[in-house]
């Protein structure tokens, strides 16, 4: 089911005690979704979280022009999840789909977050990578979205992310860079 993996990033942020590694083990179960397949759909009111093990999922939402809107990437190693829809349990703005064939430990985010206030360590990862991930990543990367040239967001991109530069198509990285597919071709044979 892959958890060794899942394990290994959650200790990257803090220890864990075996009390409460078999505690988390116990909400996951494995699960594939195709290529195309809904993690989680706008509308949606999401119950779940999942760590990526292998694929690649994108966060994406419709804006009024009808565009697409990539705000995320999830690739291997990281926990997916529309997490402000999931902690008001209200409706997610978002849909979670899978880019390529992935493969995921879900578990229910309400169960965890039970886990969260009875493990102290599970506690500490938890706000780490909510502080990472939530805090730290995101805030450099909305005000380049809102301050910087399309060139640098694209150059960013290319340091953040070199790993999927090869495993998307060019139109998901001009969505989550918010250019157009042609913009993005001008920029990429400029750098050339």
């Known amino acids: 089911m892959h958890t060794d993996q899942f394990f290994q990033m959650v200790r990257s942020y803090t220890d864990l005690s075996t009390e409460a590694e078999l505690a988390w083990l116990a909400l996951m179960k494995g699960k594939t979704y195709s290529k195309g397949e809904n993690f989680i759909r706008t509308g949606q009111i999401p119950q779940k979280v999942a760590f990526v093990t292998k694929g690649l999922f994108s966060q994406y939402y419709i804006a009024d022009n009808g565009e697409t809107v990539i705000k995320y990437f999830f690739p291997e190693g990281r926990i997916a999840g529309s997490i402000p829809a999931t902690l008001t349990k209200s409706e997610s703005h978002f849909t979670i789909t899978a880019l390529e064939e992935t493969i995921v430990l879900e578990y229910n985010y309400h169960e965890f977050k039970k886990l969260v206030s009875t493990h102290c360590d599970i506690a500490a990862f938890y706000v780490s990578y909510l502080e990472q991930h939530w805090v730290i990543d995101k805030e450099p990367y909305e005000i380049s979205l809102r301050s910087d040239s399309a060139k640098i967001r694209y150059d960013a991109f290319l340091m953040k992310y070199p ?25 990429f044979f400029a750098n050339k």
């Open 163 to 187: 790993q999927l530069v090869k495993r998307l198509k060019k139109h998901h990285i001009a969505a989550y860079l918010g250019i157009t597919p042609t913009q993005l071709s001008r920029i």
